[in-house]
Nanobody, 132 residues
Framework: QVQLVESGGGLAQAGGSLRLSCAASGSIFSINTMGWYRQAPGKQRELVAAIAFTSGAGTNYLDSVRGRFTISRDSAKNTVYLQMNSLKPEDTAIYYC????????????????????????WGQGTQVTVSS
């Protein structure tokens, strides 16, 4: 079992910044990848950023946030961050942290599961609202 708890959401003005945090607990030794998703009202949930949790070396981003958002992790704190800069009103959504469990051998498949929207565990979500 893995528990994911997000924090850091809130209200920001367009052009501003927010940093989201996702603290993992439980069977964290099994976490292979972690990602941040978002879901805006009336839209499908989408993956905005992903990271290889163990090494932190592999990252990937949704095209619309590339260059504005940065995903990172602090292995000592078992926490993944999403730094969001140059925020736009269209970034308004509920942001969810999620993870897949696996090993180095399953990393490629786990990346695919993140992008397919089928991770193993989800956080409860945190609201981000960007005003124009």
């Amino acid at each position: 079992q893995v528990q994911l708890v997000e924090s850091g959401g809130g209200l920001a003005q367009a052009g501003g910044s927010l940093r989201l945090s996702c603290a993992a607990s439980g069977s964290i030794f099994s976490i292979n990848t972690m990602g941040w998703y978002r879901q805006a009202p009336g839209k499908q949930r989408e993956l905005v950023a992903a990271i290889a949790f163990t090494s932190g070396a592999g990252t990937n981003y949704l095209d619309s946030v590339r260059g504005r958002f940065t995903i990172s992790r602090d292995s000592a704190k078992n926490t993944v961050y999403l730094q969001m800069n140059s925020l736009k009103p269209e970034d308004t959504a509920i942001y969810y942290c999620a993870c897949t469990l696996g090993t180095i051998a399953t990393l490629h498949a786990d990346w695919a599961r993140l992008w397919d929207g089928t991770p193993d565990y989800w956080g409860q979500g945190t609201q981000v609202t960007v005003s124009s």
